[in-house]
């Protein structure tokens, strides 16, 4: 079974704060996402990974940035916390095997910039 | 970019009956379209997808069915239960096994014993 593991399930923040959300896979899957979810708004995609040290820009990167070292653990960080940020921020995993497209998620990251 | 619309926001039926939530797609490069549900509190989870080579493809009670050409694809889900009950996301990808999956805004389901 794959986990993917979010290190914070609740997080609250001060406006200005840097921000550090942690996702690691462990099924050696090479594609990462990370998602805000928001009410009425759905699942948008902020950055995603194809592999290690590869990032592109999903639908909301402004105000976000991302970290692929290793290819377990995807970061997303918020480099200035602003209230308009406060979200449920869910991370997920892919394989690229062949005939693969299911995304699995982690269990999410709560935040509430204050 | 895509940009994929969900409707309706908002679903109350009776125990029983069937449910419909529709979706449409802008790009017509797009040719994978997944299903997820996500039960409250819980993480999103893939219930059901279709590709662009057919029409319609049905899961016991949830069937999708895929409109190329009015870029617009559908779940049904036929005689309700509570435990369907859920928020659902429709999304669309240009790529059968990569690209990046782009999501509707959610339905939320509730089905009334």
């Known amino acids: 079974d794959v986990k993917v593991t979010q290190s914070s399930r609740y997080l609250v923040k001060r406006t200005g704060e840097k921000v550090f959300l942690e996702c690691v896979q462990d099924?050696?899957?090479?594609?990462m996402f990370w998602y805000r979810q928001d009410p009425g708004l759905g699942l948008r995609l902020i950055y995603f990974s194809y592999d290690v040290k590869m990032k592109e820009k999903g639908d909301i990167p402004e105000g976000y940035s991302v970290s692929r070292e290793k290819k377990e653990r995807f970061s997303l960080i918020l480099e200035s916390a602003s209230t308009n940020q406060t979200s449920m921020y869910l991370c997920?995993?892919?394989?690229?095997?062949?005939?693969?497209?299911?995304?699995?998620f982690g269990a999410g990251s709560r935040l509430t910039v204050l | 970019g895509e940009n994929v619309e969900q409707h309706p926001s908002t679903l109350s039926v009776q125990e029983g009956d069937s449910a419909v939530i529709k979706c449409t797609y802008s790009?017509?490069?797009?040719?994978?379209f997944p299903w997820y549900k996500q039960e409250l509190g819980k993480r999103p989870q893939l219930i059901i997808d279709?590709?662009?080579?057919?029409g319609e493809k049905k899961d016991q009670r949830i069937a999708v069915t895929l409109n190329k050409t009015a870029k617009h694809f559908s779940l049904h889900i036929t005689e309700t239960q509570p435990e369907d009950s859920a928020v659902y996301f429709c999304a669309a990808s240009k790529n059968n096994q990569g690209g990046k999956l782009i999501f509707g805004q959610g339905t939320e389901l509730s089905v009334k014993p």
């Open positions: 997920a995993s892919r394989s690229t095997a062949s005939g693969a497209n299911v995304l699995t």
């Open positions: 099924m050696d899957h090479e594609n």
């Open positions: 790009d017509s490069a797009s040719n994978y």
């Open positions: 279709i590709r662009s080579n057919v």
